[in-house]
């Protein structure tokens, strides 16, 4: 997608005269053009301009879907694991979910360990002061050192996950190396691996002056998640087998219920509270675009783009500056315009957390098959599909053979059977088990 968004750039760039004939001012507005595009261009217009219309409705819909459904993922985490973090006590308490031959009733725990808890309901709201006050941060620089804290998080997490669960590690009785019917949601559940497709054009867009870097850090993370999650999976798998929980802390909880265990996993969930303002802000992109843009419902009526001026700053310039040569561009790539109130887009960013918390309290026991489906929408559109046509249609007179039948494989294989298969089992297995009440 990278190479792809610079394709653009050069298209609508180019000046037609022959390079030595480009004259200083030409050459000047062509490398504030170039800045301009490449700060605003989103994964929506790459798709416009390679496919037409229809892409970029495809795209910010599939956009706003993923990144929704991963951030109510998160909530949904966080209330079920800060939850089972609260010490249990035992206190007299009588089952009634089985029923004699005769009707009648009898009791099947007699001494039942309970949580201290407060309800779900109530713990699920404890990181939202904090994640509203983070969806008001209007540039995505600003949630570097968030996310990076949050990273360190994550890897002190999951070393100390590893740590306990090797200890005295010894292989499941019950274990299934080889399951079919378990494939489509093993794809889907790889996939929601991608949960950041769609940081990766802001995340680029957002490194002034070392964005040449941004694939080698790219390919860098790529490989150290899959390190991590594969490591996780598999030796929680081979320890707890067919009794692996959605969320394996409660696995290791209910074996070893210690202060130390404790603290780790406060220490995960602060990871993941930091983690979720960066994955909400292609959600915030998406509706502040079809709100906020010139032309759109809340928008002003006149177009405004910004551009970078000689000192490097940002300049507002209308669609009559000198600047613009030729108008049939500068309706790309343009950014919410600083005339827009602000508290218009902050109610529209505090509204949108409050709807995750409302869904996260719905399927707040569906959070292994919630988060497939939704990786599934997002990497089979995102990142199997799409990619690879928008590859195909700007560049395949340029590339070797091998590479446009690799999309084609992709796009297939990957977008379409896997995509569509993993979906379908998805949301089936979801109401199946709302029906049973699982």
């Known amino acids: 997608m990278i190479v792809c968004k610079y394709e653009i750039i050069d298209r609508l760039t180019r000046i037609d005269n022959d390079e030595q004939d480009i004259t200083a001012e030409e050459k000047e507005y062509q ?13 929506a217009e790459i798709a416009n ?20 459904g991963y951030t109510v993922q998160y909530i949904i985490f966080l209330g079920n694991t800060v939850q089972s973090l609260f010490p249990f006590g035992n206190k007299p308490y009588t089952n009634t979910s089985n ?12 001494n039942a360990r309970v949580t201290t808890s407060p309800t779900y309901n109530l713990v699920v709201l404890i990181p939202i002061p904090f994640f509203m006050a983070c969806s008001l941060l209007r540039d995505v620089r600003n949630l570097a050192p968030i996310s990076l804290a949050g990273n360190a998080a994550v890897i002190c997490g999951f070393f100390a996950t590893l740590g306990i669960i ?19 949601m093993l794809f889907g559940a790889v996939s929601g691996a991608f949960e950041g497709i769609g940081t990766v054009i802001p995340v680029e867009a ?3 002056g070392n964005r040449h870097m941004y694939p080698y850090f790219l390919h860098l993370t790529i490989c150290i998640l899959a390190l991590i999650l594969s490591s996780l999976g598999i030796s929680g798998y081979l320890r707890y087998g067919h009794a692996t929980q959605q969320i394996i802390i409660a696995n290791l909880i209910e074996e070893n219920d210690s202060i130390f265990l404790t603290i ?12 979720y303002p960066l994955q909400l802000f292609p959600v915030i992109e998406v509706i502040e675009n079809a709100l906020f843009l010139p032309g759109k419902i809340f928008g002003p009526k006149t177009l405004v783009v910004e551009s970078v001026n000689g000192e490097g700053g940002i300049q507002e310039a209308s669609e009559t500056d000198s600047l613009i040569k030729d108008k049939s561009k500068v309706g790309l790539a343009v950014a919410v ?10 109610l529209i960013r505090l509204l949108l957390i409050c709807a995750e918390v409302g869904i996260a309290i719905l399927f707040k026991d569906q959070y292994a098959y919630f988060g497939s489906i939704f990786g599934t929408i997002g990497a089979s559109v995102l990142g199997y599909f799409l990619p690879p046509l928008i590859h195909i249609k700007l560049k395949r007179h340029q590339v070797w053979w091998g590479i446009t039948a690799l999309n084609v494989f992709l796009l297939t294989v990957f977008g379409v059977i896997g995509g569509s298969t993993s979906l379908g089992l998805g949301i089936k297995t979801i109401v199946d088990r709302m029906i049973n009440n699982q």
């Open 31 to 43: 490398n504030k053009e170039r800045e301009r595009i490449g700060r605003n261009l989103t994964y």
């Open 49 to 68: 301009f390679s496919l037409g219309k229809k892409a970029l409705y495809v795209v910010n819909a599939a956009l706003f879907i993923t990144q929704f």
């Open 99 to 110: 029923v004699t031959d005769d009707g009648g009733l009898y009791p099947v725990v007699d």
């Open 166 to 184: 090797y200890n005295d590690f010894h292989v499941a009785d019950e274990i299934e190396y080889f399951k079919w019917a378990a494939l489509p």
């Open 206 to 208: 957002s490194m002034v």
């Open 264 to 275: 780790i996993y406060t220490l995960i969930c602060i990871s993941v509270m930091l983690t």
């Open 337 to 346: 315009p600083k005339s827009v109130s602000a508290w218009k887009r902050n």
